[in-house]
């Protein structure tokens, strides 16, 4: 660790979010990572302090040097295990994160971050979804993230605890995965056109999603890290642009150079046709804007996915 830099804990540092915030921050702070390799996207790296443990276990904190700021990434994202078991979701989610901002509050961190989810707004009321949006979760997850965003916000009014939260839309980057329960589309198609076959699109194609890099998540969280006028409230992070999932299909086809055409089926039910972000808060507060174009992240995953 070097002595005059600040440190900052990541926990979930080894999932999407974490590790590309790691990846970042590591060469302007002492970075921690806290994660217990339950559904890590990384293998630890080598130049990193691995704290390998439970958010949830307070006997985790005991070993947690001091540490100046806490991004809080670490959770149960699985939509339909949370349904098939709301009391682990709870537990990991809302339990955990009291114990982590227990744990913030004791050493008194400059910032804490919580990374929220736009789940937690439920079936959308009007479109682009702003922060004020009312929010009615229609998943234990979503109902978890939530209950946990309320306590971080509580905390900072009850406790002065420096603490904002950051609530992304449809994360993507080249850490994708097949089962991702936000952006597991992209990987099913670029996976499919890869193999010469049609990709599948539930329902006519034009529902839409707001598909952000996780880079530019990061980007939103760096904003935040330090600047007063962030304390207490909460950012949706998106690009702001609604996408078709008809377009992304054409857009992965178009990557691809090949002559496919998607092919239509039944929709699914429960699920949510339309959503995407207000990002003016973030605009004006933060100076936040996306960098990184559909195009071009979709263009990075599909060189990687074999
Ligand atoms: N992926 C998205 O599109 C998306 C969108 C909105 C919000 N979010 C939120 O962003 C955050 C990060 O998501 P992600 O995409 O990086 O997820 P991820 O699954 O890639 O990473 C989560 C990490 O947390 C670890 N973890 C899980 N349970 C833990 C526990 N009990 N204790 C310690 N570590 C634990 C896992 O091993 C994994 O490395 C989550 O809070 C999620 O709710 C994600």
Redesign the pocket.
């Known amino acids: 660790m070097e002595k005059d830099l600040e440190t900052i804990l990541i926990?979930?540092?080894?999932?999407?979010?974490?590790y590309h915030a790691y990846s970042e921050l590591k060469s302007r702070y002492n970075v921690i990572l806290?994660?217990?390799?339950?559904?890590?996207?990384v293998a630890p790296p080598d130049d990193v302090t691995l704290i390998k443990?439970?958010?949830?276990d307070h006997k985790i904190y005991e070993s947690i040097p001091d540490v100046d700021f806490i991004l809080?990434?670490?959770?149960?994202?699985n939509i339909n295990k949370s349904v098939e078991n709301p009391i682990f979701d709870a537990n990991?989610n809302i339990l955990?994160t009291i114990q982590l901002l227990e744990f913030a509050r004791k050493i008194n961190v400059e910032r804490f971050i919580y990374?929220?989810?736009?789940?937690t707004y439920g079936q959308p009321q009007f479109l682009p979804i702003t922060e004020d949006h009312p929010k009615n979760p229609v998943s234990p997850y979503g109902m978890s993230?939530y209950v946990a965003e309320k306590y971080v916000l509580l905390y900072s009014q009850l406790y002065n605890l420096r603490s904002s939260v950051v609530?992304?839309?449809?994360?993507?980057s080249s850490?994708q995965k097949e089962n991702?329960?936000?952006?597991g589309v992209i990987y099913k198609f670029i996976k499919k056109v890869k193999n010469n076959e049609s990709p599948i699109i539930e329902d006519d194609g034009k529902q839409t999603r707001d598909f952000v890099h996780a880079m530019d998540v990061v980007k939103a969280i760096e904003l935040i890290l330090k600047n007063e006028k962030a304390i207490g409230r909460i950012f949706n992070v998106g690009t702001g642009i609604k996408t078709t999932i008809l377009e992304l299909a054409e857009l992965i086809i178009s990557i691809s150079g090949k002559d496919i055409s998607p092919k239509f089926v039944e929709p699914r039910k429960g699920d949510i046709r339309d959503s995407y972000a207000s990002i003016e808060l973030a605009k004006e507060l933060l100076g936040f804007s996306p960098s990184i174009k559909l195009e071009e992240g979709l263009t990075e995953l599909y060189n990687k996915i074999m």
């Open positions: 926990t979930g540092g080894l999932g999407q979010i974490g806290l994660d217990d390799q339950s559904s890590p996207k443990g439970k958010i949830q809080h990434c670490a959770a149960q994202i990991v955990g990374v929220s989810s736009a789940a993230k609530l992304p839309f449809n994360i993507y850490l991702d329960p936000y952006s």
